[in-house]
């Protein structure tokens, strides 16, 4: 097991990421030394260098992993030498482990859902489940729901061939799970009420205001979860709680993605109350 935590989070702009703060206290915590290390691609000390270059360099300095976040999820798995099953259902990895000259992609964000939505919304009918958003933290979510007992998941983004092509790739990958793409929120609320209504696009974010459908079609038989978190109560969240729905913010998807990654990186399970309370201390 890990005496230290060595790791790093590679993306652009994400100075205000609350991912280190949340890693070095949890190995404090755990009487580890912490260094978790912002690898900003936006930063002039970076410019010119290229994300083979970056996990190079960590490997070679003896990082136990890296997280990658907006826009490199993709692109790192030309990188890496093999893929966990969640991994290589989504096609996105958020998490790389170096171990034994190895590099191993991860996808914890799909976990970090599914574990958000199984302590947050315990209970929650999942019948029929409408995604709102395709795009890449909504085919994570729609994995996640795939696991987590949700029989039939209607997509909604507003860039259609998102929405039909992650329909196409859950169906091949869970066989029993049925997913469509659905092109009028109003109609579906109409015809085909779903039990719950899940967020992933970027609407509700503080540079975003807005919701991605009308909440006066929500009512106190549904749930609603966002996975937007800047704000932690987006106006979908606080509209649908004015109506009587449960409700289901972002900041679970993004503190369980972390704790994941922690266990991966140093073998030693992390504790989510510590964790989601460093998050919170922000
Ligand atoms: P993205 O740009 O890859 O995908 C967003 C998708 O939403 C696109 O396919 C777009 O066409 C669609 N869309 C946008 N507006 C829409 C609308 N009004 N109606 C229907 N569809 C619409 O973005 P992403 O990386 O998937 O991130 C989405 C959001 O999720 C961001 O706000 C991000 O901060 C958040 N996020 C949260 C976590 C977490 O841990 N809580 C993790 C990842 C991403």
Request: charged share 20%; net charge negative; with cysteine.
């Amino acid at each position: 097991q890990a005496r230290r935590l060595l790791a790093g989070l590679v993306g652009r702009g994400i100075t205000l990421s609350r991912t280190p703060a949340m890693h070095v206290a949890e190995a404090e915590r755990q009487g580890l030394s912490g260094d978790y290390r912002l690898l900003d691609m936006d930063a002039p000390e970076n410019s010119g260098l290229t994300l083979a270059a970056v996990l190079d360099r960590a490997e070679a300095d003896g990082f136990d992993g890296l997280n990658v976040t907006y826009p490199f999820k993709i692109e790192v798995i030309d990188h890496l030498d093999a893929l966990s099953d969640n991994a290589r259902a989504v096609g996105a990895v958020n998490t790389v482990v170096f171990a034994e000259g190895r590099r191993t992609g991860h996808n914890t964000d799909l976990w970090g859902f599914a574990e958000s939505f199984r302590r947050g919304l315990p209970d929650a009918e999942t019948s029929h489940v409408l995604l709102l958003g395709a795009g890449g933290a909504g085919v994570a979510v729609a994995h996640a729901l795939a696991q987590s007992g949700v029989s039939r998941l209607s997509i909604l983004d507003s860039d259609t061939g998102r929405a039909d092509a992650l329909a196409g790739a859950l169906t091949a990958t869970h066989p029993t799970f049925r997913a469509a793409a659905v092109g009028d929120a109003a109609r579906l609320f109409d015809t085909d009420r779903p039990d719950g209504v899940v967020n992933a696009t970027p609407m509700g974010m503080a540079k975003l205001p807005g919701t991605a459908i009308d909440t006066g079609l929500l009512g106190p038989d549904q749930w609603v979860a966002d996975i937007v978190y800047f704000p932690l109560e987006t106006r979908l969240l606080a509209e649908a709680r004015d109506r009587g729905c449960r409700v289901l913010p972002g900041s679970g998807m993004a503190v369980f993605q972390a704790v994941r990654a922690f266990e991966l990186f140093t073998g030693r399970p992390a504790c989510p109350d510590e964790m989601k309370a460093t998050f919170d201390a922000f």
